[in-house]
C-alpha cells in the first residue's frame, strides 16, 4: 500500500513538538549543534502555560534528553518539571504553518543566549540543521508507516 506525502506531513505536523526531538534521538550521532539547535527553537513552539520553568532550567533538561551515550544526563527534580511542563505546553509541528511562529522560530536561531546578534555562519547553520531535522522526522515518519 503506497503512503500519500499528505498523510506522512499530516502524521508529523500533528505530532507534539516537544516529541519531535524523540525522533532524533535515532541518529547516531550526538551532534552538538542539533542539540543547541533545538535547545534554542523547541522554546518557541510552547504556548504560554502557567509554572513554566526557568529558562535554564529548560534548557539544562533538554540538554540532558537530547544528547545520547555518554553525554546524556540524569534529570534533576525541575529539569523533570521542566519537561513534564513542556509535554504540556508543547504546541504540535503544525504551528509551523504560522508565518508568526516562523519569524520567531527564525530570529531565536539568529541571537545567543545572552541576546546578542548570532554570527551569521552559526545562523546559517542552525537554520540547515533545523531544516534537515525536520525533513528527517517526515521521512521518519513515512518510514514507520509503511512497515
Excluded at 499530516?10 to 541518529?27: D, G, I, Q, S
Excluded at 534554542?40 to 532550567?57: E, G, Y
Excluded at 508543547?90 to 545572552?114: G, M, Q, T
Amino acid at each position: 500500500m503506497a503512503v500519500e506525502v499528505d498523510d506522512i506531513c499530516m502524521e508529523v505536523a500533528e505530532a507534539p513538538f516537544h516529541r519531535f526531538y524523540a525522533v532524533l534521538k535515532a541518529w547516531d550521532v550526538s551532534g552538538v549543534s542539533i542539540v543547541e539547535t533545538l535547545i534554542r527553537v523547541v522554546p518557541v513552539v510552547t504556548r504560554n502555560l502557567a509554572a513554566a520553568p526557568d529558562p535554564a532550567t529548560l534548557r539544562a533538561a533538554l540538554r540532558k534528553q537530547l544528547n545520547q551515550g555518554h553525554h546524556a544526563g540524569t534529570l534533576t527534580g525541575d529539569e523533570a518539571k521542566a519537561i513534564t511542563w513542556l509535554t504540556k505546553a508543547s504546541r504540535p509541528i503544525s504551528a509551523l504553518d504560522d508565518p508568526a511562529i516562523v519569524c520567531e522560530l527564525l530570529d531565536a536561531l539568529a541571537v545567543r543566549l545572552d541576546g546578542s546578534p548570532a554570527a551569521p555562519e552559526y545562523f546559517s547553520r542552525r537554520r540547515r540543521v533545523l531544516h534537515r531535522a525536520l525533513a528527517y522526522a517526515v521521512r521518519r515518519s513515512g518510514s514507520r508507516r509503511t512497515r
